[in-house]
């Protein structure tokens, strides 16, 4: 597609419940990243993919938390028996160059799914 | 560990007049720079990047930033602000799989 799409654009859900939370890169971009933006957090970095593999998942803030890639292109990020604390805007940015190689990594980012958990 | 300072969060200035938001990064390996920008009810947008070369780089609606590798520094300015220009401004860098941001600069220009 034109750019990253993400859904859906807002979840309003109960405390303890699951949540699924979706992103389509733009097409052919290898490289795809979850970050969440909150109120006095500015943008923590959740989890990177390259591929269909998560090699840095490090920012995943519990094990609650879990995202998957399929076919290298299409992500879904879990939360599983949300809190209250879970709420904010989720990003997902995808970008073309390969981590690691001679080019820089230009992110562009998808609007975000805004999580509300009463 | 990575990070990135941005100074002066909320900064509030009038049309016309010039705006230099500061950034300073903690990051031990070679570092391509951003400033990305987050107009109201939009989503982030690439403002300029640097990569290497010259390091005075130019962006889109007339924002530059200098890179400063003694300072560590990868400051944004615009001589003449508008009232469009109103939207909070990040500083990033790639190193280590990811963007590190900093906090952001919420800024408003008042007409």
């Known amino acids: 597609g034109a750019g990253v799409s993400q859904s859906p654009s807002n979840k309003v859900t109960e405390k303890g419940k699951d949540v699924e939370l979706r992103c389509d890169p733009i097409?052919?971009?290898?490289?795809l990243y979850w970050y969440r933006q909150s109120l006095g957090q500015g943008l923590e970095f959740l989890i990177y993919?390259?591929?269909?593999?998560?090699?840095?998942k490090s920012g995943l803030p519990s094990d609650r938390f879990s995202a998957e890639r399929t076919g290298g292109s299409v992500s879904t990020l879990t939360i599983q028996r949300t809190q209250q604390e879970d709420s904010a805007v989720y990003l997902c940015?995808?970008?073309?160059?390969?981590?690691?190689?001679?080019?820089?990594?230009?992110?562009?980012f998808g609007a975000g799914s805004r999580l509300t958990v009463l | 560990a990575q990070s990135v300072s941005q100074h002066n969060h909320h900064v509030i200035l009038s049309e016309a007049a010039s705006l230099e938001l500061g950034c300073n990064y903690s990051?031990?390996?070679?570092?391509?720079l951003f400033w990305y920008v987050q107009y109201p009810g939009q989503h982030l947008q690439l403002l300029l990047k640097?990569?290497?070369?010259?390091?005075l780089v130019k962006g889109i609606k007339g924002f530059e930033a200098e890179f400063i590798k003694s300072k560590f520094s990868f400051n944004l300015r615009k001589p003449s602000v508008q009232w469009s220009d109103t939207a909070e401004y990040f500083c990033?860098?790639?190193?280590?799989?990811?963007?590190?941001f900093g906090k952001g600069n919420q800024v408003v220009v008042i007409p």
């Open positions: 990033a860098f790639y190193g280590n799989n990811r963007l590190a």
């Open positions: 640097y990569f290497s070369g010259d390091p």
């Open positions: 097409s052919g971009h290898t490289a």
């Open positions: 940015a995808s970008s073309l160059v390969v981590a690691g190689g001679s080019g820089a990594n230009v992110l562009t």
């Open positions: 990051y031990g390996g070679t570092v391509n």
């Open positions: 993919f390259q591929g269909n593999s998560a090699p840095d």
